[in-house]
């Protein structure tokens, strides 16, 4: 039994009675979500370039707890109160026994629920599948070279990759990044003489949707197109172009996405990897099409992003798969089939470095599970992609994470791997074989409970260490 309650406004406030725990929810893929404690102060991330792809730039600098288009506070008797926006651009914090939303000026339709936390948030879910619609829905089996090759993916390492797929369930093989001649230059690079069609011809030939990598709203610094297409870049009150991020070597800027020349860009970009013959696209660093700055059409940010989304959707056609990573979430929902809903998973349990600047954001296997198993009652409303799982026996991952990978796949139903297959022996070949084939029932047990044809899986001990932002866990 759920209690409902909507509004429309610029901001809400709920008086929500003693709370125990705030449910914070990140802003795009890789943002920390989970429950938190609500009244413990949090700092900011020290580095810059981690900071700015970390969660929404407006708030970088907040001292105070709070999460992006929904908010959930636990009483002692552990009964929940939810406030969530049906609307993308909407911020949620507590303040006490409130939960406090606003928007940066515009109207958005509010839901209050209360009741019991799991069919509070289901009903969320299911708020937002019938505004936004439901794309996807089957389960998703992909292979995806970022794993294996990162940067230095070429023609000759996928075509060994597709010999050694050869008969295996997968349904998509998909390109990462390492095939473009700069981000923002969307044409192959030396590494694939024969071109991206060519490549797509290949893996269909094999059997496969072909699938491929694209960050279409940023530029790194370097690129052409920030060196010759200045109409496309957003820009700061001083007229500078807005750094998004530093990756790739070089600070990345973030395109305007309300600018007629960007979503002429867009339009053309994913039409021509549609025309490459693509069917599975891979849109990351999309946050950056929601960053703040001067916009050349002004309105609400995540407005904006959704429109530029749209017009990718309209490019792609509905018959090519959508997957949003680095996405923010609830501005992202009806337009993708598939979101990302976690950061990076990696072959170790953490990053020591990025845990040492407390940003739960970075890659490594226990952000990556952390945040995934926080936002797994999104699959109501979006197919959700948990990262890849490894089968091979070289990371450095112990039994029971390789084994929670595994498992939040499972629930999540969505399988992405990214093992050459060539170092698999035969036993982690017919493991995975497996695992693609299999489409077992899942049922939620407790929070962090679920039982897999009556196998019991209980992912709270990653999240036992995560009481609070600033915490850093021990393991
Ligand atoms: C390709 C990768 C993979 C991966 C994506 C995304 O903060 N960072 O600098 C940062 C870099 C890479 C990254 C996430 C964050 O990973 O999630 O699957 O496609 O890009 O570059």
């Known amino acids: ?63 105070r707890v709070g999460g992006s288009g929904v908010g959930l506070l636990q009483h002692p008797d552990g009964s929940v109160t939810l406030l969530g926006a049906l609307d993308p651009g909407a911020r949620v914090w507590p303040d006490g026994a409130v939960l406090r939303g606003s928007t940066e000026g515009a109207s958005v339709e509010w839901v209050t629920i209360t009741g019991e936390e799991h069919p509070v948030l289901r009903e969320y879910a299911s708020l937002l599948a019938t505004r936004f619609g439901r794309r996807g829905g089957e389960k998703v089996r992909v292979w995806c070279s970022w794993y294996s090759f990162y940067e230095d993916v070429t023609e000759t390492r996928m075509n060994e990759v597709l010999v050694g797929l050869e008969g295996m369930p997968f349904d998509i093989v998909q390109v990462d990044d390492g095939w473009e001649r700069a981000v ?62 530093i990756n790739w070597g070089s600070p990345y800027y973030a395109l305007d996405a309300t600018a007629e020349a960007t979503c002429a860009f867009l339009s053309d970009l994913i039409g021509e990897a549609r025309g490459w013959g693509y069917r599975y696209l891979k849109l990351d660093f999309l946050y950056a099409g929601a960053f703040p700055g001067v916009h050349a059409n002004p309105m609400p940010r995540e407005v904006a992003y959704r429109r530029a989304c749209e017009v990718m959707r309209e490019a792609a056609g509905d018959d090519c798969y959508l997957l949003a990573c680095g996405a923010p979430i609830i501005a992202s929902l009806g337009v993708f089939d598939g979101i990302r809903i976690g950061p990076d998973v990696a072959d170790v349990w953490e990053i020591p470095e990025l845990s040492a600047l407390g940003d739960e954001s970075g890659r490594g296997a226990r952000n990556a599970l952390a945040t995934s198993i926080n936002r797994l009652w999104l699959a109501d409303v979006v197919d959700v992609d948990p990262d890849v799982v490894f089968f091979r026996g070289d990371t450095d991952l112990d039994g029971q994470t390789l084994a929670a990978l595994r498992d939040l796949a499972t629930v999540a139903r969505f399988v992405g791997v990214s093992d050459p297959p060539g170092g698999l022996d035969e036993d982690q070949r017919s493991d995975l074989t497996t695992m693609l084939r299999e489409d077992p029932t899942v049922t939620r047990r407790s929070r962090y409970g679920w039982a897999i044809d009556g196998r019991p899986v209980d992912f709270s001990w990653i999240l ?4 609070s932002p600033t915490t850093v866990g021990k393991r």
């Open 464 to 467: 036992d260490d995560r009481s």
């Open 184 to 245: 923002g230059d969307w044409s192959a690079n030396a590494g694939f003489p024969g071109g991206m069609a060519a490549m797509a011809d290949r893996i269909h030939s094999a059997d496969f949707t072909p699938g491929l990598w694209l960050a279409p709203l940023i530029a790194q610094s370097t690129s052409n197109l920030a060196r010759e297409r200045g109409e496309l870049l957003l820009r700061d009150e001083a007229g500078d172009p807005v750094v998004a991020g």
């Open 1 to 63: 039994m759920v209690t409902l309650d909507f509004h429309r406004g610029a901001t809400a406030a709920i008086d929500a009675g003693p709370a125990v725990a705030f449910f914070r929810h990140g802003w795009h893929s890789w943002s920390p979500t989970g429950w938190v404690n609500p009244t413990r102060p949090v700092s900011p991330i020290a580095d810059e370039g981690r900071r700015l792809g970390h969660d929404d730039p407006r708030h970088a600098f907040d001292s």
